[in-house]
Antibody
């Protein structure tokens, strides 16, 4: 069965970077891309961007352009999302979701940005 | 960006009764090759979102048939035929027709 397992919670200081991983299993990794999304405490869902696991092509939301990098490692079937220059309002649960119809989601990774 | 607007934002429902959530997009969600990429997600408290419906009316794997979706163009509806206790949570409509993907504000379904 399809599973997306994300890395554990992180606590970062303002200005630092965080890299969240999303390990996929149960299907051919390069057949589907990934979206990354986030949800601030008590808030709705926000799409951050997309990456093709086949080509590595990306499309980032304008809000995150220049601060986010999405990559994949086909040898380990893992997708990554790195966010730099963290601010307190980046505190959120970050999710990966498999493209097609975003039918499969990771469990979420809480990133807390605090001095 | 496409703006997604949901109504109502809160929906108290009696167990066993139907519930309905509406979603309107600021422009047509019909893709150039004919499909309309409007989805509905359910998020139970403390859980990641779960896909219920994709492309307006297709139930995702394992979704009970009491959930149904309808609509076209810019107006869409999620219906629950008979609400059960496990349906409590927040429901989001989402468009994946074009980047950036966007979401409705969420509708909180609660039991009266």
């Amino acid at each position: 069965q399809v599973q997306l397992v994300q890395s554990g919670a992180e606590v970062k200081k303002p200005g630092a970077s965080v890299k969240v991983s999303c390990k996929a299993s149960g299907y051919t990794f390069t057949s589907y891309g990934f979206s990354w999304l986030r949800q601030a405490p008590g808030q709705g869902l926000e799409w951050m961007g997309w990456i093709s696991a086949h080509s590595g092509n990306t499309n980032y939301a304008q809000k995150f352009q220049g601060r986010v990098t999405m990559t994949t490692d086909t040898s380990t079937s893992t997708a990554y999302m790195e966010l730099r220059s963290l601010r307190s309002d980046d505190t959120a649960v970050y999710y990966c979701a498999r493209e097609g119809v975003l039918g499969y989601w990771g469990q979420g990774t809480l990133v807390t940005v605090s001095s | 960006d496409i703006v997604m607007t949901q109504t109502p934002l809160s929906s108290p429902v009696t167990l066993g009764q139907p519930a309905s959530i509406s979603c309107r997009s600021s422009q047509s969600l019909e893709h150039s090759h004919g499909n309309t990429y409007l989805s509905w997600l359910q998020q139970r408290p403390g859980q990641p979102p779960r896909l219920l419906i994709y492309e307006i009316s297709n139930r995702f794997s394992g979704v009970p048939d009491r959930f149904s979706g309808s609509g076209a163009g810019t107006d869409f509806t999620l219906e629950i035929s008979r609400v059960e206790a496990e349906d409590v949570g927040v429901y989001y409509c989402m468009q994946v027709t074009q980047f950036p993907y966007t979401f409705g504000q969420g509708t909180k379904l609660e039991i009266k």
